[in-house]
Nanobody
Framework: QVQLVESGGGSMQAGGSLRLSCAAS????????MAWFRQAPGKEREGVAT????????AYADSVNGRFTLSRDNAKKTVYQQMKRLKPEELAMYYC??????????????????WGQGTQVTVSS
């Protein structure tokens, strides 16, 4: 079983940057993807970005492509999401998720089994 702990959330003004971290414990092998999702108040959870642990595959939602960047440190079992030029509408709880998968749409919440508790990101205009 995989446990995930997010950190790095906070409050900032629009246009600012923030880096989120997701530390995993348990058995993570090369078939895993680790992803970030977010859920704004009153909205559904949406996929933001994902990265494979065994290779270099990444996928980003169109809304964040070019502004968010994922990286990983496999030795620490940690994935980082660098977020730049944040927008007020990106105020949300950000969740880390993980699961084994090989293809298809990698940003569907139901495809992920392990979830963290979330970290809040607040962006003010």
């Amino acid at each position: 079983q995989v446990q995930l702990v997010e950190s790095g959330g906070g409050s900032m003004q629009a246009g600012g940057s923030l880096r989120l971290s997701c530390a995993a414990s348990g058995s993570i092998d090369s078939t895993y993807f680790m992803a970030w999702f977010r859920q704004a108040p009153g909205k559904e959870r949406e996929g933001v970005a994902t990265i494979s642990t065994g290779g270099s595959r990444t996928a980003y939602a169109d809304s964040v492509n070019g502004r968010f960047t994922l990286s990983r440190d496999n030795a620490k079992k940690t994935v980082y999401q660098q977020m730049k030029r944040l927008k007020p509408e990106e105020l949300a709880m950000y969740y880390c998720a993980a699961n084994r998968m090989s293809g298809g749409n990698l940003l569907l919440p139901w495809r992920y089994i392990s979830w963290g508790q979330g970290t809040q990101v607040t962006v003010s205009s």
